[in-house]
T-cell receptor, first 112, second 116 residues
Framework: GQQLNQSPQSMFIQEGEDVSMNCTSS?????WLWYKQDPGEGPVLLIA?????ELTSNGRLTAQFGITRKDSFLNISASIPSDVGIYFC????????????FGKGTKLTVNP | NAGVMQNPRHLVRRRGQEARLRCSPM?????VYWYRQLPEEGLKFMVY????????ESGMPKERFSAEFPKEGPSILRIQQVVRGDSAAYFC??????????????FGQGTRLTVV
């Protein structure tokens, strides 16, 4: 099946620093999504991207849908302690179910 | 408006027993997706259901696993004769229609299954 390569696997940063993570795929997706998952919880949608080249912001978060439709990145500016968690990228397949294919996640630790 | 409700939150089963996981979608949502998450991994698609219909079960193991979404009541993911490898977090997501542009699915908090 399809796989997404998400990097880095983990990041340790100081509060106030900017963060960048990305996902690449061997296949084309029509939609890219970025989720955050806190321990013991389900994923929460942060940003949805629907058009190749699209750049979208949500507060301190910015994400882009790569022009080739095979990659996406997420930036977090001026990180704060509550940004701690695992961030997942997901591509939405162009199939009847439009199911999501997830990356393995980037675990973010923010030191105050 | 309550979110996607999954229960139980934690479930412990002995090898060979049956596990039944429930998912009540958000009000007005008739589409349900089930995903499985192993430790340190991303979520993997299992099955997509609409009311009374299985649309895509390409991610479901061929044996022991089944899912339903009846006209009334929650969606059920059933695992028969559980084995240790079934231990994982199982997430349900619901949407008002087939997901796509401007239609996202919302996830529940998951059921953590532990097989001992």
């Amino acid at each position: 099946g399809q796989q997404l390569n998400q990097s880095p696997q983990s990041m340790f940063i100081q509060e106030g620093e900017d963060v960048s993570m990305n996902c690449t795929s061997s296949s084309i997706f029509n939609t890219w999504l970025w989720y955050k998952q806190d321990p013991g919880e389900g994923p929460v949608l942060l940003i949805a991207l629907y058009k190749a080249g699209e750049l979208t912001s949500n507060g301190r978060l910015t994400a882009q849908f790569g022009i080739t439709r095979k990659d996406s990145f997420l930036n977090i500016s001026a990180s704060i302690p509550s940004d701690v968690g695992i961030y997942f990228c997901a591509g939405q397949e162009v199939t009847l179910s439009e199911k999501l294919v997830f990356g393995k996640g980037t675990k973010l630790t923010v030191n105050p | 408006n309550a979110g996607v409700m999954q229960n139980p939150r934690h479930l412990v089963r002995r090898r060979g027993q049956e596990a039944r996981l429930r998912c009540s979608p958000m009000k007005g949502h008739s589409h349900v997706y089930w995903y499985r998450q192993l430790p340190e991994e991303g979520l993997k698609f299992m099955v997509y259901l609409q009311k009374e219909n299985i649309i895509d079960e390409s991610g479901m193991p061929k044996e022991r696993f089944s899912a339903e979404f009846p006209k009334e009541g929650p969606s059920i993911l059933r695992i028969q004769q559980v084995v240790r490898g079934d231990s994982a977090a199982y997430f349900c997501a619901s949407s008002p229609r087939r997901t796509g542009k401007n239609t996202e699915a919302f996830f529940g908090q998951g059921t953590r299954l532990t097989v001992v």
